[in-house]
Structure formats: C-alpha cells, structure tokens
C-alpha cells in the first residue's frame, strides 16, 4: 500500500496528534552526532516520541550503517526518519539505497517542506548548521501537509515502480 499514500494510516495534520501517532527515528555519525543530539532533545521536549539508533557513535564509524539501521526500522514501522553526518550527503545517499526509502537531503525550510508536501520523503538527512535552524528546518518538515494531487501521486509511482522492477 506504499505505492498509494506515504503513510499506511491517514496522517493527522493536528500537530499534537500527529506528535502522539508517529515514532520518529533518527541516526548520526560522527560529524551529525551533537546536532541529533540537540534536535532530538528539543523534539521530545515537544511531546515527539524519538529513537536514536543503537549504532555507537564513534571517530571511527561509517555512516551507511546509521542509514540501513535508521531506514529499516522506518520502514517496519511506517514511521519517518532524520539523519546527520558531516554534510547530509553521503549518509541521504546510502539511506537511498534502502528500498521504499525516499530520503532527501535538506539544507532549508524550503527544502523541508517540499520533501515531503510534493516528494513524500520519508528520511531526510542534514549536514552540521546551528541547532536553531535545524530545528526549524526539522519542524516544518514534521508539520509539512502531503500535497495528494494527481501529479504528485503519478511521480510517486513511477519511482516505487521503478525501484520494484530494478
């Protein structure tokens, strides 16, 4: 059912409610692991139900095992997913490797809107910024509305199928 709406349930665009129905899970590397850490504290301080990956965080660690841990478990429980790294690329690109993960990198509100609004992201990954801006960038992300047009949905599609057949 993936194929027809981002979430399996209806999604609640009342913030509260939105905040009690969704689990949101989130990873970082090294270079990400104090902005999630910040982002992660202010988002539970807002009433949202965070799990950080239990991937330790060390000046060693690479940041696919983040992506595959953060997506899988977004994708078995039909949740959303935030990850940091250094510059949100390389962790966005291996989390886009995940099948069903549609994981955009986000460097603005704008960005974060339209992640999800047009595009149905359902991980986003960020580079290092001030925590004050991330959480804004973060917010409008969570309180971004799905825009269900036609067009949209034509898009969605033909990436989910795509992705199926390759």
């Known amino acids: 059912m993936i194929a027809v709406l981002f979430f ?41 139900n965070i799990e950080f990956s239990k991937i330790e965080t060390i000046s060693e660690d690479d940041y696919p095992d983040f992506a595959f841990d953060v997506c899988e478990k977004v ?4 949740s959303i997913g935030i990850l940091f790294c250094g510059t949100g690329i390389g962790i966005s690109i291996a989390a886009n490797k995940v099948k069903g993960i549609r994981c955009a990198r986000i460097t603005n509100e704008n960005d974060a809107y339209y992640a999800k609004n047009h595009n149905r992201a359902n991980v986003i990954a960020m580079g290092k910024m001030e925590t004050k801006e991330a959480l804004k960038i ?28 390759a």
Do not use: C, W
């Not at 913030?15 to 899970?25: G, N, P």
């Not at 994708?75 to 039909?78: A, S, Y």
């Open 8 to 48: 399996k349930t209806k999604l609640s665009y009342n913030k509260k409610e939105s905040r009690d129905f969704m689990k949101i899970y989130m990873g970082a590397d090294h270079g990400g692991i104090t902005l999630a850490k910040e982002i992660g504290e202010k988002l539970q301080e807002e009433g949202y």
């Open 75 to 78: 994708l078995k429980n039909d």
């Open 138 to 165: 973060v917010t409008t992300f969570l309180n971004a509305p799905i825009d269900e047009s036609e067009r949209h949905q034509r898009r969605i599609e033909k990436i989910i199928k795509y992705e199926k057949e």
